[in-house]
C-alpha cells in the first residue's frame, strides 16, 4: 500500500554493517556542520545503500575519499540512496557533510536549542534530522564524536577522551543504535556525584542544568545511586562507563530520554525542591530517573530489532522502575497507584479507537505508537510472566535474556524464548496478551456445596479496530479465600486459566469462604462479579491482600457513584463502611488515603459506557460532588482529627512515610473543605511551608470556586519559576467548576506567560483543561473547539505534542449524539487543514474511527 504504512511482516534486515561511526559537530544556531564518516561492511552484493535523512542540506558525500558524482545517487525528502553500482564489494567508508539548522528547529526532534542551549533528542527517528544514517535500531555501532562550538560544556555518549577550548571529543564504546545518540551543548553547571560498582569500578555522575538550578538536584542525585545499586542486587546489571551525564532541559516533548551514558530529562522530572515540588512530583523523579537508568541494560546493551517491538524495553523497563518504587515506598500502595493509572489510561485507550496491540503489526508514525498500552500493559504483561514463572524462575529467564542478548537488537519472540526456555514453558498462548489488543472481560460465578467452593471464570475479548476475534487468554488469577471471621483459609494460588470457561474447585472447607479474586490485580483485566455491598464491606474490612482490601472499596464507590449519576442519594452501606477505615491507626496513611480517593468522573464515565449506558458528564460531577459532600457530613469528626494528627511537623522530607500522612491529610481536607467553605485549607494555604501542602490547599479551594485571592497570590510568588507555574496553569482548569473551565481556558491562553510553544506550559493548559472531564465534555462544545483550535495552531510548530494531546478526544463514541456530533466535527475540521504532520493526521484517522 502506498498510504505511508509501516508492516511488521515487511522487516528486512539491514544490508549493511556499519562497524563505526564517527562524527564531528561544528555547531552555529543556524548553520551547524555535521561531518559523519560510516565504515560500512556490505552484507548483500548488489544492494544500493540506502539512507535515511530529512530537512539536511547535503554539502558533500565521498566514498573512500572519492566524491560521489551526480548520477551515483537519489537524493529525496526522506534520505539518500547511492546507487549499486558506485558502491566497492570490500568494506568501505562514506564520508558526508551536511549543514542543518538548530534554531530553527521548533518540533524538538533532531538538534535543536532549548534558551541557547544545543540539545538532541533521536528517539524514535530523529538521528535522520543530524545526519545521513540508517536510523533504524537494528544498525548498532560504536560511536567516536568530536564536538566543535563556542560554549562551556560540549557533551555526548560514552566516556571522554580528550577536551580543550572550544571542542571536546567522546567515545562509545558499546555499539548502539542512532536513536540513542546524543549531543549537550551549553552553558551548564554540574551537580556532581560518585558511585562504585559492585565490581570496584569508580563512576563519575554529574547532573548538569543551567545556572541556578544546582540546588534543585540532590534529590535526582540520589535516586540515581539507589538506582544503579538496585540494579545491580536486583537483577545483577553494573553500570559499563566511566561516567553517567544527566542533563535537565525545559524544552522536551516527553519524560525523559536514556541515550547511552547522557540522559536527557525534561526539567520537570529532575529540579526538585520542597518549596517548588510536591510529594508526588519526588516520587515520580525517583522513578524516572530509575526507569532512565534501568535502560542502560534493558534498551541499550539489548535493544528493539524494530519500533514494532517497543514494548519489548519499555514494558520491562517499566516493570522494572515499578518494581524499584515498590521496594523504595511502600509496596502496596505503589502497585493501588500503578493500577490506577492503568485502568484509567490504559483501559480507556484500549476501549477507544485508538486501541492497539503492546506490540503493534502496523503504523504510520511511530511517535504515536508511545502509549499506555506499549508502557503500561506492557509492564503489566512481565509482571504476569513474573507470575506464572514465580521469583526464581523470572530471575533465571531475565539472567538468559541478558546472556544471551548482550549486543543485540531483539524482539519479543526472542524475550518470550528465554521465559520458555529457562522455565521449560509453553508460552504459545500467552503471546496473544502481545499480539492482540482489548481488555478481557473475566466473568466469575461461584458456586457452594459439600465443602467444596466452585470458582467458574469465563473470559471474553471485545473486537479492536482490525481485530474482531480474539483467542482465549492464558490469565493468571490470584485467589485468597477468607473465612467469614476474616482469618484467611487459603492463602493467595495463582489459578492459571487458558478456556474460555473454566471451573476450579478448593475442597475440605468448613464453612463457606469469602473468595478475594484477583489479588494484586494479577492481571490486566475487568473482573466481573456479582457482589453484593455486604460482601465487599467485609472485604474492605479484612482482606489479607492489600490491593483487593483497596479494590472492594473502590468498587463500592464506584457502585454508588454509578447509581448517583442517575439519580440516588449515597448509599449508606458505602459511608458506613468507610468508618473502620479511617479509624484504624495500623494501615498506612498512604493506604488510608487513597481509599479516601474517589474514582475519578473520566473513569465512571468508562464504567457507565461499559454498562450499557450513555454517561451524562454533568450528572457525574456532581454525583461525585454529593459524595464528597456526604463522606463529609458522616466523617467531619474522624476526619477533623485526621487532619489534625496528621500535620507532619519539622522540616519537608519527601520520604514515604511522611508523604503518606501529607496525602491523608490533603485528602481529608478536600472533604472537610466541603463543608467548612474553604476555611482550613485557606489557612494551610497562608502557612504552608512545601509545595505540596501549599499546592493542596490550592486546589481545594479551586474546586470550591473560592480561590481568587490564593490563584493571585501564587501567580506572584511563583511566575519566575516555570515548572511550579505548569501547576498553576493546569491546577485552576483541572479543577475549577466544570462551568468556567473553556472561558477560564480562554482567558489563560491569552496570559503573557502562556508559552505555548513550550511543551510542559502546553500540556499543563490544555491537559488542564481535559483533565476536567465535565468542562471539557461541556455540552456548548465550547471546551472541544478550543482545545482544537489549539492543536491545529501547535500541529505545525510541534506535531509530537500535538499528536499526543489528540488523544483527548479518545472517549468521544461513549457520549450522547449531540456530544458525539461535536467532536466529530471538530475532527473533521482538523483533519481537514492544509498541510496537516504525517503524526495529527494518523491520530485524527484513527480517532474519527
Ligand atoms: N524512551 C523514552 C523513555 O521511555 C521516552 C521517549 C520516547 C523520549 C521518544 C523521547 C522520545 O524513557
Ligand atoms: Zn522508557
Known amino acids: 500500500m502506498m498510504d505511508g504504512t509501516i508492516r511488521l511482516a515487511d522487516y528486512r534486515p539491514y544490508p549493511f554493517e556499519v562497524t563505526q561511526v564517527a562524527l564531528l559537530f561544528r555547531l552555529a544556531p543556524g548553520a551547524t556542520r555535521v561531518r559523519a564518516r560510516l565504515d560500512l561492511v556490505p552484507r548483500q552484493p548488489g544492494a544500493p545503500l540506502r539512507l535515511d535523512g530529512e530537512e539536511l542540506r547535503l554539502i558533500s558525500a565521498a566514498i573512500d575519499g572519492e566524491a560521489l558524482g551526480g548520477n551515483d545517487y537519489l537524493l529525496t525528502e526522506t534520505g539518500l540512496t547511492i546507487h549499486a553500482a558506485a558502491l566497492p564489494e570490500a568494506p568501505f567508508t562514506l564520508e558526508t557533510e551536511v549543514e542543518i539548522a538548530p534554531e530553527a528547529n521548533t518540533a524538538l526532534e533532531g538538534l535543536y536549542m532549548s534558551k541557547g542551549m544545543y540539545c538532541t533528542q533521536c528517539e524514535a527517528e530523529g538521528f535522520r534530522k543530524i545526519t545521513f544514517y540508517p536510523d533504524r535500531p537494528d544498525v548498532m555501532a560504536p560511536f567516536q564524536v568530536r564536538i566543535e562550538g563556542d560554549l562551556p560544556v560540549l557533551l555526548s555518549n560514552g566516556n571522554p577522551v580528550a577536551q580543550g577550548p572550544g571542542w571536546a571529543e567522546w567515545h562509545d564504546p558499546w555499539p548502539k543504535p542512532a536513536y540513542l545518540f546524543a549531543l549537550v551543548a551549553g552553558d551548564l553547571v554540574a551537580h556532581p556525584g560518585s558511585f562504585t560498582t559492585a565490581s570496584g569500578r569508580e563512576v563519575t555522575l554529574n547532573i548538569w542544568v543551567r545556572p541556578g538550578d544546582e540546588d534543585r538536584c540532590g534529590f535526582a542525585m540520589e535516586a540515581l545511586k539507589r538506582s544503579m545499586r538496585w540494579d545491580e542486587t536486583a537483577y545483577g546489571r553494573e553500570y559499563d562507563l566511566d561516567i553517567f551525564n544527566i542533563v535537565a532541559v525545559d524544552d522536551f516533548n516527553m519524560g525523559a530520554m536514556e541515550n547511552k551514558g547522557l540522559n536527557i530529562f525534561n526539567s520537570k522530572w529532575v529540579l526538585a525542591s520542597p518549596e517548588t515540588a510536591t510529594d508526588s512530583d519526588f516520587e515520580r523523579i525517583e522513578a524516572i530517573i530509575a526507569h532512565e537508568y534501568f535502560h542502560n541494560w534493558t534498551g541499550n546493551r539489548i535493544t528493539c530489532r524494530d519500533w514494532f517491538q517497543l514494548c519489548l524495553k519499555e514494558g520491562l523497563t517499566v516493570f522494572r522502575d515499578q518494581s524499584?518504587?515498590?521496594?523504595?515506598?511502600?509496596?502496596?500502595?505503589?502497585?493501588?497507584?500503578?493500577?490506577?493509572?492503568?485502568?484509567?489510561?490504559?483501559?480507556?485507550?484500549?476501549?477507544?479507537?485508538?486501541?492497539?496491540?503492546?506490540?503493534?503489526?502496523?503504523?504510520?508514525?511511530?511517535?504515536?505508537?508511545?502509549?499506555?498500552?506499549?508502557?503500561?500493559?506492557?509492564?503489566?504483561?512481565?509482571?504476569?510472566?513474573?507470575?506464572?514463572?514465580?521469583?526464581?524462575?523470572?530471575?533465571?529467564?531475565?539472567?538468559?535474556?541478558?546472556?544471551?542478548?548482550?549486543?543485540?537488537?531483539?524482539?519479543?519472540?526472542?524475550?518470550?524464548?528465554?521465559?520458555?526456555?529457562?522455565?521449560?514453558?509453553?508460552?504459545?498462548?500467552?503471546?496473544?496478551?502481545?499480539?492482540?489488543?482489548?481488555?478481557?472481560?473475566?466473568?466469575?460465578?461461584?458456586?457452594?456445596?459439600?465443602?467444596?467452593?466452585?470458582?467458574?471464570?469465563?473470559?471474553?475479548?471485545?473486537?479492536?479496530?482490525?481485530?474482531?476475534?480474539?483467542?482465549?487468554?492464558?490469565?493468571?488469577?490470584?485467589?485468597?479465600?477468607?473465612?467469614?471471621?476474616?482469618?484467611?483459609?487459603?492463602?493467595?494460588?495463582?489459578?492459571?486459566?487458558?478456556?474460555?470457561?473454566?471451573?476450579?474447585?478448593?475442597?475440605?472447607?468448613?464453612?463457606?469462604?469469602?473468595?478475594?479474586?484477583?489479588?494484586?490485580?494479577?492481571?490486566?483485566?475487568?473482573?466481573?462479579?456479582?457482589?453484593?455491598?455486604?460482601?465487599?464491606?467485609?472485604?474492605?474490612?479484612?482482606?489479607?491482600?492489600?490491593?483487593?482490601?483497596?479494590?472492594?472499596?473502590?468498587?463500592?464507590?464506584?457502585?454508588?457513584?454509578?447509581?448517583?449519576?442517575?439519580?440516588?442519594?449515597?448509599?449508606?452501606?458505602?459511608?458506613?463502611?468507610?468508618?473502620?477505615?479511617?479509624?484504624?491507626?495500623?494501615?498506612?496513611?498512604?493506604?488510608?488515603?487513597?481509599?479516601?480517593?474517589?474514582?475519578?468522573?473520566?473513569?465512571?464515565?468508562?464504567?457507565?459506557?461499559?454498562?450499557?449506558?450513555?454517561?451524562?458528564?454533568?450528572?457525574?460531577?456532581?454525583?461525585?460532588?454529593?459524595?464528597?459532600?456526604?463522606?463529609?457530613?458522616?466523617?467531619?469528626?474522624?476526619?477533623?482529627?485526621?487532619?489534625?494528627?496528621?500535620?507532619?511537623?519539622?522540616?519537608?522530607?519527601?520520604?514515604?512515610?511522611?508523604?503518606?500522612?501529607?496525602?491523608?491529610?490533603?485528602?481529608?481536607?478536600?472533604?472537610?473543605?466541603?463543608?467548612?467553605?474553604?476555611?482550613?485549607?485557606?489557612?494551610?494555604?497562608?502557612?504552608?511551608?512545601?509545595?505540596?501542602?501549599?499546592?493542596?490547599?490550592?486546589?481545594?479551594?479551586?474546586?470550591?470556586?473560592?480561590?481568587?485571592?490564593?490563584?493571585?497570590?501564587?501567580?506572584?510568588?511563583?511566575?519566575?519559576?516555570?515548572?511550579?507555574?505548569?501547576?498553576?496553569?493546569?491546577?485552576?482548569?483541572?479543577?475549577?467548576?466544570?462551568?468556567?473551565?473553556?472561558?477560564l481556558a480562554r482567558d489563560l491562553a491569552e496570559d503573557p506567560l502562556f508559552d505555548w510553544k513550550n511543551p510542559n506550559r502546553f500540556r499543563a493548559l490544555m491537559g488542564g483543561l481535559s483533565a476536567n472531564h465535565a468542562g471539557f465534555h461541556d455540552r456548548s462544545g465550547a471546551g472541544y473547539q478550543f482545545y482544537a483550535d489549539w492543536l491545529i495552531r501547535l500541529d505545525p510548530v510541534n506535531p509530537q505534542t500535538a499528536a499526543r494531546m489528540s488523544t483527548a478526544f479518545e472517549t468521544w463514541r461513549r457520549f450522547d449524539p449531540g456530544r458525539q456530533a461535536l467532536v466529530r466535527d471538530e475532527l473533521d475540521r482538523i483533519a481537514a487543514t492544509t498541510g496537516l504532520s504525517r503524526d495529527l493526521s494518523e491520530m485524527v484517522q484513527r480517532l474519527r474511527g
Not at 471471621?485 to 469469602?514: H, I, K, W, Y
Open 324 to 743: 524499584f518504587t515498590a521496594e523504595m515506598r511502600l509496596g502496596p500502595v505503589k502497585r493501588i497507584e500503578d493500577v490506577i493509572l492503568l485502568r484509567a489510561r490504559q483501559f480507556r485507550e484500549d476501549q477507544g479507537p485508538l486501541a492497539h496491540p503492546p506490540r503493534p503489526d502496523h503504523y504510520k508514525e511511530i511517535n504515536n505508537f508511545y502509549t499506555v498500552t506499549v508502557y503500561e500493559k506492557g509492564a503489566e504483561i512481565v509482571g504476569m510472566l513474573k507470575r506464572l514463572v514465580g521469583d526464581a524462575g523470572y530471575r533465571a529467564a531475565l539472567d538468559l535474556y541478558f546472556d544471551r542478548h548482550d549486543g543485540q537488537a531483539c524482539t519479543i519472540e526472542d524475550w518470550l524464548k528465554v521465559f520458555e526456555d529457562a522455565s521449560g514453558r509453553d508460552l504459545a498462548q500467552f503471546k496473544h496478551w502481545y499480539v492482540e489488543a482489548g481488555t478481557p472481560r473475566l466473568r466469575v460465578s461461584e458456586d457452594w456445596a459439600e465443602e467444596r467452593l466452585t470458582l467458574t471464570f469465563e473470559q471474553s475479548t471485545p473486537p479492536s479496530p482490525g481485530q474482531m476475534e480474539k483467542a482465549p487468554r492464558h490469565i493468571p488469577i490470584a485467589v485468597g479465600l477468607l473465612s467469614p471471621n476474616g482469618d484467611e483459609v487459603v492463602p493467595t494460588t495463582v489459578l492459571e486459566m487458558t478456556e474460555a470457561r473454566q471451573s476450579f474447585c478448593f475442597e475440605g472447607l468448613a464453612t463457606r469462604p469469602v473468595a478475594s479474586i484477583l489479588r494484586d490485580f494479577s492481571a490486566p483485566v475487568i473482573l466481573e462479579r456479582a457482589q453484593n455491598g455486604a460482601e465487599r464491606a467485609f472485604l474492605l474490612a479484612h482482606d489479607t491482600d492489600p490491593f483487593n482490601r483497596w479494590e472492594a472499596g473502590n468498587a463500592l464507590a464506584r457502585a454508588c457513584l454509578m447509581e448517583m449519576a442517575e439519580g440516588a442519594g449515597p448509599d449508606g452501606a458505602y459511608l458506613d463502611a468507610l468508618g473502620p477505615v479511617l479509624a484504624d491507626a495500623a494501615l498506612d496513611p498512604a493506604f488510608r488515603a487513597l481509599c479516601l480517593r474517589l474514582p475519578s468522573e473520566d473513569e465512571l464515565a468508562q464504567a457507565l459506557h461499559a454498562a450499557g449506558k450513555i454517561p451524562d458528564p454533568d450528572a457525574i460531577h456532581a454525583a461525585r460532588a454529593a459524595l464528597m459532600r456526604a463522606i463529609a457530613q458522616r466523617h467531619e469528626a474522624a476526619l477533623s482529627e485526621i487532619y489534625a494528627a496528621m500535620a507532619v511537623p519539622g522540616p519537608y522530607q519527601p520520604d514515604a512515610e511522611p508523604a503518606g500522612r501529607r496525602a491523608l491529610r490533603l485528602a481529608a481536607l478536600a472533604l472537610l473543605s466541603k463543608l467548612d467553605g474553604g476555611a482550613r485549607a485557606r489557612a494551610l494555604f497562608a502557612e504552608a511551608q512545601n509545595m505540596t501542602e501549599s499546592f493542596g490547599a490550592l486546589s481545594a479551594l479551586i474546586a470550591l470556586g473560592a480561590a481568587e485571592a490564593e490563584t493571585a497570590a501564587f501567580r506572584t510568588r511563583w511566575q519566575g519559576d516555570r515548572l511550579v507555574m505548569d501547576k498553576w496553569f493546569m491546577a485552576q482548569l483541572a479543577y475549577c467548576p466544570p462551568g468556567l473551565a473553556a472561558g
